[in-house]
């Protein structure tokens, strides 16, 4: 008898632990709650991973044809298996436009539930305060990623590959197989990036009135200050993934607690994108690798140590199937590298 209750402990037990954790890659609809009509829906993922009582990961969604994404911090009771995050931005639902669109600040409450169907965390989005009149609750039910927990799982969701990789008006867009200009910029984008970031490396016409020229001529000694910084510092390498596609989106946040972190990034040692201050909220590089190199190289450079030292980041790269998250480190001495390389098709 006292060897058959020790065998169901076991058995038992181990489910019921688990059934507790709220890990995972959670995805789903969040619904507007307000009478009168079908509305805009936001189709949602919640990455998270819990230690004790507390969580951390990222929240993205897609509203029309925007994603966004942010990294969260939030609580978790076992007890009563309720989720709480606060402080997530939600573009208002009645936005004609995702550019311009009004930003309203939510708090998540959920709680997850187990069942022989699989596992769901059940919750809504409630306005701060000051929008309880015109911003409705949000309700949402998150089903778990089964297959992979490094799985992109918004990614699967959505039909049109191309409607993921569209680029904002707030991303960036790097061809790498593009050569510099004559006029020294690092990298030329293509035409369709030119009007994505003002402070972006764009190609410089030659035929610009003198007050361009007096700009151009400061970005091109700023690139240079800035490369040969690079070039001074030690390049740490961290991982080296091997990805589906021959582009990729990479997105940078601040990890910890938002302290001033700036970075600029480099790809294969010419610099992309400069000047890029760390926050909850991503910024986006939609980067083509270079096929004519075995690998790509992607180093993160300090500006500063913001007031928390080092610099860290956390950088999510996606190739369209899969999910992978490193976190980056660098210095005044020292440069946080990756290298991506393309699977080799059989």
Known sequence: MQRLLYICLLTVVPHLLSAQVVTGAWYGHADVQMGGGLHNNYLTELVIKQKGTKVEGIFGYYFRDKYQSFFIH?????????????????????????????????????VLINNKMGSSVRGTFYPDQ?????????????????????????????????RVWKPQEDDVVVDVTARAPATGSAISLPPAAQPVRADSITAVVSTAPPPSLIKVDFAVEERKRLTE??????????????????????????????????????????????????????????????????????????????TIPPNTALMVLTDGKNR??????????ENATIRVRRKKTP
Do not use: W
């Open 74 to 110: 939030g609580k978790y009771n076992p007890k009563t298996r309720e989720v709480t995050i606060l402080n997530i931005p939600l573009i208002y639902f009645n936005s004609n436009s995702t550019v311009n669109g009004v930003e309203c600040t939510t708090d998540f409450r959920g």
């Open 130 to 162: 000051k929008y309880r009149y015109t911003f409705p609750d949000i309700k949402v039910s998150y089903l778990l990623d089964k297959s992979d927990n490094q799985h992109d799982s918004i990614l699967t969701m959505v039909a049109e590959n191309s």
């Open 229 to 306: 910084s690079f070039n001074s510092r030690k390049a740490v390498l961290n991982r080296e993934f091997a990805v589906e596609s021959d582009s990729v989106r990479l997105s940078f946040y601040d990890n910890g607690d938002i302290d001033g972190d700036s970075i600029s990034v480099f790809v294969n040692n010419q610099l992309i994108l400069p000047h890029q201050e760390l926050a909850a909220k991503a910024f986006n590089i939609y980067l083509h690798l270079d096929s004519t190199r075995e690998v790509n190289e992607i180093s993160m450079f300090a500006e500063n140590l913001g």
């Open 324 to 333: 992978y998250e490193v976190f980056l480190s660098s210095s005044l001495t």
